[in-house]
C-alpha cells in the first residue's frame, strides 16, 4: 500500500501501482469525468501514470492552469494529426499550449502554402479525429529507435530536437495513427475536446532564432464544450475593440517608426503626459517611503554586467557590444538598471545606522527581443523601469519586503487593479545551472518571501523555475477586465549581487557585514503596464490620468468667445482641458469627443452664455445636468481628489 496526501491535507491508501485516474473513480464518477491530468509530488503527469511510492496528488480539471494547458497540448498534437492527413510530407517542428491555447510549427516545403480560408477546413478535420476519441499513449523509446522512426518520416526537425535528448528520457505519444516526439503529459483521450477554433497564421523562425528557416505558425484554441467556446471568441472579440496597439492609435499615444528601429516606443505628447503622471504618481509614494531618487547611465562597461552576471544571462538577448575608439574597450546598452545601483550604495562607507537605503530610478533598459516576438508596447527591445534597490540588513528584510508590499498593492489599487494573484517564483530544482549564488543564499532568500507573504495573507501561487537568475521573486498576476491575466509588478530578493559587487556595511559590532538586496518594480515596465492598463480601461483612463480630462463644445462660432473664458478658468483651476472650435456641428463634436474618451463635454450655446453656466455631458453616459462654471471645477477636483 501507498499513501496519498490531497491538497486539503487528507491523506488515504491505495494499493501500489494505482493511477490517478483509478482515485478520481473512487472518489467519485463526476469527479472522473472531469479530471485531466495530475500533479504528482509538483510535477503534472498524464492520468494513467502508475503511482508506485508515497506521493502528494492534485486532480487537475479545467478549473486548473495546468489542466488547461494539458488539454490545449493534447489539442496541438489532434492539429499535427489533421495535418499530416491534409498535407501529406509535412514536416512538423513544435506544438505547445500556451496561456490562451495552443499552436504548431510546420514546414509544408517551398511550394505549399496554407492560408487563412484553408483553416476552416483543418478545423473540420481536426472535429472529426477528436470524436474518435482516440486515447494518447504515452511509450519510453530509445534514442536510437526515436532517431530511426523520424529519419524514415524525413523530419529534420524532430531530429535536431531527439539529438539535443539523453538515451532513457525520451518518449512518443501515440492518438489513433499518429505519433509524436513528446515530454507529455496529455490529457486520457482526444474524445474530451469537444470545441476547435483555428484563429490565425504567422511566420516562426525555428527555434526562435532568426538564422533558421522561417517555419509556419498555426495558432488554435479549444475547449471541453462549445459555450466556452463561444464565450472566448465574444472575448476576443471585446480584445479587439480594446487592442492597444488600436486604441494607442486612436488617441494618439505613442507610435513606432522602421527608421528609428522595430521594438523602440515613441511616445506622443498625450502619452508621455500619460507615463508622467503614473511616474509622478509613484514617485510621489516613494519620496514618503524614504526613496533616494537616481538617474544612471543608458549604457555600461561590458565589464560591469559580466560582474553582476547579466552578460552571461543576456547577453545573447542584448544588443551586442559597443566598442570605443579605444582597443579593447566595450560598452553595452544596459540590460538592468541594478548594477549601476550597486555602484551608487558603494560609491561612500555605509553604516547600519543608514540602512535601509533605497534608490529609485524610471530607468530605460535594453533588450534585442527576436522580431518575431515583438508586440506593441507589451514586448519591446526599449522599456523604461520603475526601478528601485532597497540595501537592508537581514534583519530589515521581512519588514522592507512587507513595505514594498504594501506599495505595489497600493499602486495596483489606485490603477482599478483590484483582481490579482501573488506568484512565487522559485529555483527550478531540477536545473541549478540557469542560477547565480550559494544554495544557503537562495533557501534563505525564498523563505523569506513565503514568510512575508504569509503574515499579511496574500493568495500565491508557487511557480518552480520562473525565479530571477539572481534570486526567487514576488510577481504580481493582474486579472484585467477581460480576465485576461499579465505578469506587471515584482519584487525580489537578493543575496547574491551584494556578494558579487562585494558591498558591505558596518554592523554595531564594529565589523564588516553583507547587506540584502530588494529588487522591486509596482509597474514592471511603463510599457507593458500602460498596455495592459489601455486594455484594461478600454482607453477611458480614471480622470486624475487621463490627459484630457474636459472638452469645451460650441455649437457654434459665436460661442467662442465665451469658451475661451470658460477654458481659462478650468486650466487655472489645474483642470486639463481643450476646446473644440472647429466648425462642425455639434453632434459631431459629440461623437469625436467620445471616440477620444475624453471624460467630460461641456456643450455651450445660447443658454449657457446667457446663464453662466455649462451642460455637462460624461463619456458613455450623456447628460449629467447643467452647473455653474464654480461647481464644474469643484465637481472635477472631488473626482479627482477621491480617485
Sequence with gaps: MINITFPDGSVRAYEKGINALDVAKKISNGLAKKVLAAKVN????????????????????????????????????????????????????????????????????????IKDEDLPKLEKLMVRKAKLGNKFVRKEISKHDAFTYFREKGDEYKLELIDGLEDGDITFYTQ??????????????????????????????????????????????????????????????????????????????????????????????KGTELRERLSNFLKEEQVKRGYHPVVTPHIGKKELYETSGHYAKYGADSFQPINTPREGEEYLLKPMNCPHHCEIYNHVPKSYRELPYKVAEFGTVY???????????????SFTQDDAHIFCTPDQLKAEFLDVLDLTKHVLEKLSFTEYTAQISLRDPN??????GSTENWDKAEQAIIDATEEVGLKTVIEYGEAAFYGPKLDFMIKDALG???????????????????????????????????????????????????????GKFPLWLAPEQVTLLPISEKFNDFSFEVLAKLKAAGIRATLDERYEKIGRK??????????????????????????????????????????????????????
Aim: hydrophobic share 35%.
Design 590 to 643: 459629440i461623437r469625436d469627443a467620445e471616440t477620444s474618451k475624453i471624460p467630460y463635454m461641456c456643450v455651450i450655446g445660447e443658454k449657457e452664455v446667457s446663464e453662466n453656466i455649462l451642460a455637462v455631458r460624461k463619456q458613455s453616459v450623456g447628460d449629467i445636468g447643467e452647473m455653474s462654471i464654480e461647481s464644474f471645477v469643484a465637481f472635477i477636483q472631488k473626482e479627482v481628489e477621491e480617485a
Design 484 to 538: 485576461r491575466s499579465w505578469q506587471l509588478g515584482t519584487i525580489q530578493v537578493d543575496y547574491n549581487l551584494p556578494e558579487r559587487f562585494e558591498l558591505e556595511y558596518i554592523g554595531a559590532d564594529n565589523e564588516k557585514h553583507r547587506p540584502v538586496m530588494i529588487h522591486r518594480a509596482p509597474f514592471g515596465s511603463l510599457e507593458r503596464f500602460t498596455a495592459v492598463l489601455i486594455e484594461h480601461t478600454a
Design 367 to 381: 533588450r534585442y527581443e527576436q522580431s518575431g516576438e515583438l508586440h506593441g508596447l507589451t514586448r519591446v527591445r
Design 176 to 269: 489513433g495513427d499518429f505519433t509524436d516526439l513528446c515530454k507529455g503529459p496529455h490529457i486520457p483521450g482526444t474524445g474530451k475536446i469537444k470545441a476547435i477554433k483555428l484563429l490565425n497564421i504567422a511566420g516562426a523562425y525555428w527555434k526562435g532564432d532568426e538564422n533558421n528557416k522561417q517555419l509556419t505558425r498555426i495558432y488554435g484554441v479549444s475547449f471541453p464544450d462549445q459555450d466556452k467556446l463561444k464565450e472566448h471568441l465574444h472575448m476576443l472579440e471585446e480584445a479587439k475593440k480594446r487592442d492597444h496597439r488600436k486604441l494607442g492609435a486612436e488617441l494618439q499615444l505613442f507610435m513606432f517608426s522602421e527608421r528609428v528601429g522595430a521594438g523602440l516606443p515613441i511616445w506622443l505628447p
Design 431 to 436: 536545473d541549478p545551472d540557469k542560477y547565480i
Design 42 to 113: 509538483g510535477e503534472v503527469i498524464d492520468l494513467t501514470r502508475p503511482l508506485e511510492k508515497d506521493s502528494t496528488l492534485s486532480l487537475l480539471t479545467w478549473d486548473d492552469k495546468e489542466g488547461k494547458s494539458t488539454f490545449w497540448h493534447s489539442s496541438a498534437h489532434v492539429l499535427a494529426e489533421a495535418l499530416e492527413e491534409m498535407y501529406p510530407g509535412v514536416k512538423l517542428g513544435i506544438g505547445p499550449a500556451i496561456d490562451r491555447g495552443f499552436y504548431y510549427d510546420i514546414d509544408l516545403g517551398d511550394d505549399r502554402s
